[in-house]
């Protein structure tokens, strides 16, 4: 607030007129201070504010009430301005969803929906794709001093698009100009090829083999293949089959392999169930249940809904299996390895060997470099010596470029070790039969395990209640 004291130009001095502003200036208050009993007309008033320099926006009621109440005047708001209001930048309006990840959804009856997911949104030629609400103009203001304050414009955003995709005419929409689906790169839209089967991929299909992402209506039938270059979706069952894909893969229904279907996915798979079959999986795993299956999996099998199960077969997977049920009552044999296996710690052993090696070549080569050096500096026409130096610093710039390749291999592989770190198997039931494999420790279920969580510790592995 900035304050000024007004006091009235008489010699009786019987009140004091104190005018606050606000620090926008875009308000002022009036307070009287009482010394003797008075009256005050409204000119007086009105000679304060000019004092102040205060002409805009004078609040006549509020005159008119200190005119006829002087002795209960504390802070009465006597004259408010006209603030500015800056403009609002232009903002995308969306017409489809950017967050395109796999989501099941958990149905009140504890089963889990992999249906109704909307993975892969088909895009028509024509179709809007974003709209774009206009910055808007600022509005001027003015303070009770009279003073014009400018305002800020809201700043233009532009579309970012790619393929497929153009404005429209007036050059506030994103429309679609093939049919496909929509692909994000951050905020840069693009349409990409899509195509879709209406029934089952088999007989009157043969075999799939697309460069942009598979819609499948029906089931992928025995004995026929699927191989894409980006996501897939089957929205029935994936039978005695094959699948190669580099994107991620939905089956709505379920994988019911009779031991021939083989799965190659790059990225995730969802699917409703996964029986008899092979898969190899570059992301994590979700499903209802894995039963008599061998498994490589990059990532996490997660196992939800009512069974939750994962029975039978050998699953290998690098970072976590969480279920509801392992194994079975009957004792049925499950092989669950995790984290890291011997092959990567026999890796890391080479390369650390090598790097030793390589370190200590570097050094004798140095050495040999200095002493041959120093001789050529007493015999400067020794051919042999200049000959050998210069052999000598060659095998050197070859060491070097060994050193530096098995150092880059070095710290990825520490990396890729660093991450499986926290490698665990949790369950709220394993059977008997079990057999968990952590990095190179062991863990026989001999009696069965409830609400535990198995993980590797100091060489071995622990069981822990959860």
Request: aromatic share 4%.
């Amino acid at each position: 607030m900035d304050e000024n004291k007004v006091p009235l130009k008489n010699d009786e001095k019987k009140y004091e007129i104190i005018i606050k502003l606000s620090s926008d200036y875009y308000s002022a208050f009036l307070t009287i201070i009482k010394y003797e009993e008075f009256s005050i007309k409204r000119e007086e008033i009105i000679s304060a504010l000019s004092a102040k320099n205060i002409t805009y926006g004078i609040e006549e009621e509020a005159i008119d009430f200190i005119v006829q109440n002087p002795h209960e005047v504390s802070d009465v708001k006597i004259a408010i301005g006209k603030p500015h209001i800056n403009g609002k930048d232009g903002e995308i309006i969306y017409k489809i969803k950017k967050d395109k990840k796999i989501k099941p959804k958990i149905l009140p009856n504890g089963n889990v929906d992999f249906k109704d997911l909307s993975f892969i949104t088909s895009i028509k030629k024509g179709q809007i794709l974003a709209e774009m609400i206009p910055p808007t103009k600022g509005s001027k203001g003015t303070t009770v001093t009279n003073k014009v304050i400018n305002a800020k414009s809201g700043k233009m955003i532009n579309f970012k698009f790619g393929k497929n995709v153009e404005l429209s005419e007036d050059s506030m929409a994103l429309i679609a100009s093939a049919d496909g689906t929509i692909v994000f790169d951050g905020d840069k839209i693009t349409i990409i090829e899509l195509l879709e089967i209406k029934g089952d991929v088999g007989v009157k299909t043969g075999n799939i083999k697309f460069s942009g992402k598979v819609i499948v209506n029906g089931s992928l039938t025995s004995g026929y293949i699927i191989d894409c270059d980006d996501d897939l979706e089957i929205r029935g069952i994936v039978e005695s089959a094959e699948v190669i894909c580099k994107g991620n893969v939905l089956i709505s229904s379920g994988i019911q392999g009779n031991d021939l279907a083989k799965l190659n996915i790059k990225g995730d798979l969802v699917s409703n169930f996964i029986n008899n079959c092979s898969c190899k999986v570059g992301g994590d795993i979700e499903s209802g249940s894995i039963m008599h299956s061998n498994i490589v999996c990059d990532g996490s099998i997660h196992l939800k809904g009512k069974s939750g199960l994962l029975v039978g077969g050998e699953v290998n997977v690098r970072k976590e299996i969480l279920a509801k049920t392992i194994g079975s009552d009957m004792g049925t044999l499950t092989k669950l390895t995790l984290g890291i296996d011997s092959e990567i710690i026999k890796e890391y052993q080479t390369i650390t060997d090598m790097l030793k090696e390589t370190k200590e070549s570097k050094k004798k080569l140095e050495q040999l470099i200095n002493l041959l050096t120093r001789q050529l500096k007493s015999d400067k026409d020794n051919e042999e010596t200049k000959l050998m130096l210069e052999k000598t610093k060659l095998s050197k710039k070859q060491i070097n470029m060994e050193f530096m390749e098995l150092s880059e291999k070095f710290v990825k592989i520490n990396e890729f070790i660093n991450e499986l770190q926290g490698a665990k198997v949790a369950a709220g039931i394993i059977h008997v039969g079990t057999m968990i494999k952590i990095g190179n420790s062991n863990y026989n279920v001999k009696n069965t395990l409830k609400g535990v969580e198995l993980y590797r510790e100091k060489g071995q592995i622990v069981a822990v209640a959860i």
